[in-house]
């Protein structure tokens, strides 16, 4: 008796870890592969892109970029940042990751699920209402709230 209590507690602990999991995006392990965005360094200090970042693209997302920005459901944008050295054509460290998922829920956002990483690639627990989707919402909301265009991808 008391063994079977003991698995169907463990039963549960498995099921608790599963569903928390689902609820936190992870990084995708090959998103180095998708399509990658010119090189972008942002030199002025007072701006929070300040520092070097490229956009990867997956298949959808790049479709999305070639239809003017229209996301079909499962696209996925990655932004990579890396400090800026005082020798500006090398990179500095990996600072941040940041990803949008498209998806049919996150009405709140645009139907976009945001998500930061550490440069672990572990997730950073940022509330995406109030850290992300406030520019988003307002340099491109005619844009399906993605920033950057296919100008960025050549
Ligand atoms: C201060 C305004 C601002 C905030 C806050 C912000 N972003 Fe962005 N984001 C931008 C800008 C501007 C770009 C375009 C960068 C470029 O074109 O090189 C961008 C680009 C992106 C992209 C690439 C797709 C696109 O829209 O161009 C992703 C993915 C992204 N941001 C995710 C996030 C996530 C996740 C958060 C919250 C953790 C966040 N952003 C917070 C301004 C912001």
Redesign the pocket.
Known sequence: MKSLFVILSVMICILIVNTTEAATQALPKDYTSWKK?DR?VVADKNS??YGI?Y?YADKKAQNGYKSDNKFSVGSR???EFFNIKSDPSVDGTKNMI???QKDRHHGETGGWQ???FGADGKP?G?D?VE??????LK??ADKD????TKK?FR
């Open positions: 965005s972008k929070l892109f970042h956009i944008i990655i932004v940041v990803m949008m945001f998500t930061g950073s940022i995406p850290n992300c989707f406030g520019c988003h340099e491109a709230f993605v920033i950057s960025d």
